[in-house]
C-alpha cells in the first residue's frame, strides 16, 4: 500500500486546485462569507461553508447561479459546534478552518458529486485508492450504487452507517438529507472498516457529500423537498495534511510559518513537551485575526467571550513556553504573509488586529499570574481528592478572568476534575446579586397580574399618541397591589435601553392616579387601591415632555452609533446603552481612549446630520427576512427577533437599524448633541455619556452651580470676573430655546472656558500655597534644629558617651519628622530622645549612635517602646532609629527627667 505522490504540493497550490477542478465543472467562485454571520443572529461564528446560502435551502432566497464553489473561513469555538477543548489534544481538531466545498443548488446530485469527488482525489491529486473509504447513510441505496458502480473504489471500502454519522439536518425542523463521507487511511498497515468513524486520528474524515433532499416536519416525519441540492464540505487543513503526508496538521505548511514565529520568540524548538502548547497558539490566533478583522471584539457576552476565552487560553500556554509578556499579537504579521492574498482583509485591518490582541493580551496578563499561583495553592492542598472545588473555580473567573474551560484545563493537567455543580452554584449567586444590585425601584407586584387571562385583550401602543389624552377602559386587578391594566396602553415600557413613560390617569370622578412605571401589560402606581373608585373610563396622560426628551436621545443614539462606526471602524458594536430624559450612555469595544479630537469629530457628525434636518422613518411589520437584507442595518447579535420586526431609517444611507424604541420625527428636534464624558469600563470596553435638548439645559446648570462653588473659594480679586460671568450664563440659559442649536454650543463654550480657567487659577494657587508652606516648614525646622544644637551642646557625656532628652516645641507632624535624621547626624556617639506634643498628642523620636548599638547593644525601637508604654501609648522600630505615640501628657515632664532608668530597661 502506497503514500499518496503529491507529497510536494503546497498548500496554496491544494487551494487553487480544488477551485480550478469545479470551476472547469461549470461551478461559479464565490467569495468566503465574514466568520462573523452578516445576517444569521442565531450564530455566534460562521461554522459551515452552507451558512451564506442557508435562504436558498430554506427557499427564501436565490442565486444567479446553480453551481458554486469556494473555500469558507470557518471558526467553531463555541455553541452547538465547539472544538475548542480538542485543540492541542490532537493534531486535526481546530478552531479556525477552511472548508473547501461544492454546491449544487437544484442543479446536479448524488452521481455528479459522487463521481467529481472520486475525479479530483484520485486522478487529480493521485491519492492511493487503497486507503479511501466512503460511508453512506444505511437506507441510502442510490449514493452506496454510484459509488459501486461509477468509480473504481474497493467496495469493501463502502460502508453503512446511521443517523448519528450519515444523515445532515440544518435544525430541529427544514432541509436534511442523508450524507456520504469520504476517510482516508493514514496507517502505517492499513485500516480495517471498524477503524472508520472509530475516532482513529489516523483514519481521519477529509470529506463530507451532503444531499438535501427532504424537509423534516414539526412532527418529526420527512418529505421530499420540490427541488434536491448538493453541499459538500471539505477540511482543507485536513486534505493539505494528506497530500504532504505528515502526522499532524499542524506540520504542514499551513501552521508551519507561524509555529516556526512562536519558536524565534520563545527560543524553544518545537519538540516533545513544547508541541501542544506552539499547536494551541498557533490555531488561536488565526481564530482571532479573522474574527477580529471579521468585526468581533473580545468581551463578556457572546461571541466576544468566546474570543476572550481563546485568547486567554493562548496566553495561558503561553506560560508553558515561559512568555510571560505579551506575545500573541506578533504573530498576527506571519499570517497576514502567509494568507494575506487569499484572504486581504486581514491585511486591511492588520494593525487594528494587532492592537485589540495585544491591549487584551495586557489586561489578561495582570492576573494571569496570581490566578495559576491561586490554583497551584488550591490543587496542592488536596491531599488525596481528585476533585477541584466549584467555589475556588468560581473565584478564579470573577477575580482572575479565568474562563471555565480554562480552569478544567488546568484540572485535568493536574489529573483533577472541577466541581461544576458547585461553580454554577456560585455563578447563580452571582447572577441574583447583580438582579438586586441593579434593581432600583422593589415592588410588591412586578410579575403582573396573577390571572393571565385578565390581561389577555391589552392593547400596548406607545407610538402612536396624537393628543395629549388617551381615553381607554381601566381594571384593578386586585385592590391591594399598586397595579392598573389599561384596554388600550400608550405608555411607553422599558425595553432596548429606553427607560419607561411616566405620567398619570384621571378617573371619571376627577381621581388622579400617578404612572411612576409601565408594563407592556400593566402600570405601577405610587398606591393601592383599597378605596373604591369608579374604573370604567380613564384619560390616560403620557408625561410628553419627559418623553420628548427621551425620544431626542434615543435619535442622537443611533446618529452617535454610526458616526462611532464611520470614525472608529465596523468593530463598533452597541454592547449595552441607556437612553433616560436627561441623558443617553453607549458602550462600545474599543481598545484606545476617545480623545478630546475624536470626541469633536463624533460631536461634529451628529450635529451636522441633525442640522440636514433629516426626516425620521419607522417601518413597522417588516418580515425578519425582508429587514435584514437592508444595506448596512444595524441589530444586536443575540437578540430574539420575532417574525415581524421596526427599523428605523435616519437617512437610508446613514443610520438604519433595528429598534422598538419611540423617536423624534425630525433631526431637528434634537438640537444640540453634546458629549459630556467617555470611560473605560472594562478591558476592550469604552462609555460615552452624552446629552441633548433640555438635557444640556440642566447640564450647563449643574456646571455653572461648579463654577459658582469654586468662585467661592477663591479672594476676592479673582472672583470678581466670575461672578459676573455666572451672571450672564444664569440668564442665557434662562432665555436661550434648546433648539438654538448654535447659541447652545456658544454657551457650553463659554461655560468651559470659565470653568477652565477658574481651575487653573485654583491649581495655581494651591501650588503657591504648597511652596509657601514648605518654605515655612524649612525656615520652621531651621529654627528646631538650632534649639537642639543647643541641647546637644550644652549636654556633657557620662559613661563615655552623651545622653539627650527634650521636649521640643514643633507646629505639626512634618515638622517633628525631620527631627530623627537630624539626631542621627549630629549625635555620633550617644542616645537622644526628643518628645513634642502636637493636638494634644505625645510624639517620640529615639536615635542611637552605631557604635553603641554595637559594643553595648542599645536599641532605639527597645528604649522609644518602653518610653511609649510608660505614657499610655506604643511604638517601636529599628536599633538606630525609632518613633512611637503616646496620649499621657502629664507624666512626660517626669519621663523626661528620669530618661536614664527607661535607656538600660
Known amino acids: 500500500m502506497s503514500v499518496t505522490k503529491n507529497n510536494k504540493l503546497k498548500s496554496k497550490e491544494v487551494r487553487q486546485s480544488f477551485l480550478n477542478f469545479f470551476e472547469s465543472k461549470g461551478h461559479t467562485i464565490v467569495p468566503s462569507s465574514p466568520v462573523v454571520p452578516v445576517n444569521d443572529p442565531t450564530l455566534l461564528f ?13 427557499g ?12 469558507q473561513k470557518c471558526i467553531r469555538a463555541g455553541g452547538k459546534h465547539n472544538d475548542l477543548e480538542e485543540v492541542g489534544m490532537d493534531g486535526y481538531h481546530h478552531t479556525f478552518f477552511e472548508m473547501l466545498g461544492n454546491w449544487s443548488f437544484g442543479d446536479y446530485y448524488k452521481k455528479e458529486a459522487v463521481i467529481w469527488a472520486w475525479e479530483l482525489l484520485t486522478e487529480v491529486w493521485k491519492l492511493d485508492k487503497e486507503r479511501l473509504w466512503v460511508t453512506v447513510f444505511e437506507t441510502d441505496d442510490e449514493a452506496y450504487d454510484i459509488w459501486k458502480n461509477e468509480t473504481d473504489i474497493n467496495e469493501t471500502h463502502i460502508l453503512r452507517f446511521g443517523e448519528k454519522d450519515n444523515f445532515w439536518e440544518m435544525g430541529e425542523t427544514g432541509p436534511c438529507g442523508p450524507c456520504s463521507e469520504i476517510h482516508y487511511d493514514n496507517t502505517e498497515n492499513g485500516c480495517k472498516a471498524e477503524d472508520v468513524n472509530a475516532g482513529n486520528e489516523e483514519v481521519v474524515e477529509i470529506w463530507n457529500l451532503v444531499f438535501i433532499q427532504y424537509n423534516r416536519k414539526k412532527d418529526k416525519e420527512l418529505e421530499l423537498l420540490p427541488m434536491k441540492h448538493v453541499d459538500t464540505g471539505m477540511g482543507f487543513e485536513r486534505i493539505v495534511r494528506v497530500l504532504q503526508n505528515k502526522k499532524s496538521n499542524y506540520e504542514t505548511d499551513v501552521f508551519q510559518p507561524v509555529i516556526n514565529k512562536i519558536c524565534e520568540i520563545s527560543n524553544k524548538e ?22 477580529i478583522t471579521d468585526g468581533a471584539i473580545p468581551s463578556n457576552e457572546g461571541r466576544g467571550y468566546v474570543l476572550r476565552r481563546v485568547l486567554r487560553r493562548a496566553a495561558r500556554y503561553g506560560r508553558n513556553l515561559e512568555m510571560h509578556r505579551p506575545f500573541i499579537y506578533k504573530l498576527v504579521d506571519v499570517l497576514v504573509e502567509t494568507m494575506g492574498d487569499v484572504f486581504p482583509e486581514i491585511i486591511e485591518k492588520k494593525d487594528f488586529t494587532k492592537e485589540v490582541i495585544k491591549a487584551e493580551e495586557e489586561s489578561f496578563n495582570v492576573t494571569l499570574d496570581r490566578g495559576i499561583k491561586l490554583f497551584s495553592e488550591v490543587a496542592g492542598s488536596l491531599n488525596d481528592t481528585k476533585i477541584f472545588p466549584g467555589n475556588e473555580a468560581f473565584k478564579l473567573y470573577d477575580t482572575f478572568g479565568f474562563p471555565l474551560d480554562l480552569t478544567e484545563m488546568m484540572a485535568r493537567e493536574s489529573g483533577l476534575k472541577v466541581d461544576i455543580l458547585k461553580f454554577e452554584e456560585e455563578m447563580e449567586k452571582q447572577k441574583e446579586r447583580g438582579k438586586i444590585s441593579r434593581k432600583q425601584v422593589s415592588f410588591e407586584f412586578e410579575s403582573g397580574p396573577t390571572d393571565s387571562s385578565e390581561n389577555t385583550d391589552v392593547v400596548y401602543d406607545p407610538y402612536t399618541i396624537n393628543s395629549d389624552e388617551v381615553i381607554t377602559q381601566m381594571k384593578i386587578p386586585d385592590k391591594e397591589k399598586n397595579i392598573i391594566i389599561l384596554k388600550t396602553n400608550p405608555f411607553f415600557a422599558e425595553s432596548g435601553g429606553q427607560i419607561s413613560d411616566t405620567g398619570y390617569i384621571e378617573t371619571e370622578t376627577g381621581e388622579k392616579i400617578n404612572i411612576i412605571d409601565s408594563k407592556k401589560s400593566f402600570l405601577i402606581t405610587d398606591k393601592n387601591f383599597n378605596n373604591d373608585i369608579n374604573v ?17 436621545n434615543h435619535s442622537a443614539t443611533h446618529l452617535m452609533h454610526e458616526a462611532l462606526k464611520r470614525i472608529f471602524g465596523d468593530h463598533i458594536k452597541q454592547h449595552g446603552s441607556l437612553v433616560s430624559d436627561e441623558y443617553l450612555r453607549f458602550d462600545f469595544p474599543h481598545f484606545h481612549k476617545v480623545t478630546d479630537d475624536q470626541i469633536k469629530e463624533i460631536e461634529d457628525l451628529v450635529n451636522f446630520k441633525i442640522q440636514e434636518r433629516i ?15 437592508i444595506p448596512n442595518v444595524k441589530k444586536l447579535f443575540g437578540e430574539k427577533y420575532g417574525d ?11 443610520s438604519v437599524e433595528f429598534c422598538g424604541g419611540t423617536h423624534v420625527k ?7 448633541f453634546k458629549i459630556t464624558k467617555e470611560e473605560s469600563i472594562a478591558s476592550g470596553t469604552r462609555r460615552i455619556f452624552a446629552r441633548t435638548g433640555t438635557g444640556i439645559t440642566h447640564y450647563l446648570k449643574d456646571k455653572i452651580s461648579e463654577i459658582e462653588l469654586i468662585t467661592s473659594e477663591l479672594p ?4 470678581g470676573d466670575f461672578r459676573k460671568a455666572i451672571e450672564k450664563m444664569n440668564i442665557e440659559v434662562l432665555n436661550t430655546d434648546f433648539r438654538n442649536a448654535a447659541l447652545m454650543k456658544s454657551l457650553l463654550n463659554y461655560q468651559s472656558e470659565s470653568l477652565s480657567s477658574l481651575i487653573d487659577i485654583k491649581e495655581r494657587l494651591a501650588e503657591e500655597k504648597k511652596i509657601a508652606e514648605k518654605e515655612l516648614l524649612k525656615k520652621n525646622v531651621q529654627v528646631l534644629f538650632q534649639k537642639i544644637d543647643d541641647i546637644i551642646d550644652n549636654t556633657k557625656e557620662t559613661d563615655g558617651f552623651k545622653l539627650i532628652a527634650a521636649v521640643t516645641d514643633t507646629n505639626n507632624t512634618d515638622e517633628f519628622k525631620e527631627i530623627g535624621d537630624y539626631l542621627r547626624k549630629k549625635v555620633p556617639n550617644g542616645i537622644a530622645v526628643v518628645a513634642s506634643v502636637i493636638d494634644n498628642k505625645i510624639n517620640l523620636v529615639c536615635s542611637v549612635s552605631d557604635n553603641l548599638i554595637k559594643e553595648k547593644g542599645y536599641n532605639a525601637g527597645k528604649i522609644v517602646s518602653r518610653i511609649a508604654k510608660e505614657l499610655d501609648g506604643g511604638g517601636g522600630g529599628k536599633p538606630h532609629l525609632a518613633t512611637a505615640g503616646a496620649k499621657n501628657v502629664s507624666k512626660l515632664k517626669d519621663v523626661i527627667a528620669n530618661i536614664r532608668s527607661y535607656i538600660n530597661g
Do not use: C
Open 60 to 71: 427564501s432566497g436565490q442565486r444567479k447561479y446553480s453551481r458554486a464553489a469556494d473555500t
Open 716 to 719: 476676592d480679586k479673582y472672583s
Open 270 to 291: 518545537y519538540e516533545s513537551e513544547n508541541i501542544p502548547a506552539m499547536n494551541v497558539i498557533a490555531d488561536h490566533i488565526r481564530t482571532l485575526t479573522f474574527a
Open 615 to 629: 426626516q425620521v422613518n419607522t417601518e413597522v411589520d417588516i418580515s425578519i427576512g425582508e429587514a435584514n437584507k
Open 536 to 552: 370604567s373610563s380613564v384619560k390616560a396622560y403620557v408625561n410628553k415632555e419627559r418623553r420628548s426628551s427621551i425620544e431626542r
Open 666 to 672: 425630525n433631526t431637528d428636534e434634537i438640537g444640540l
Open 46 to 58: 460562521t461554522n459551515a461553508g452552507m451558512n451564506q446560502f442557508k435562504d436558498v435551502f430554506l
Open 644 to 654: 415581524k420586526v421596526r427599523v428605523v431609517f435616519i437617512d437610508d444611507k446613514f
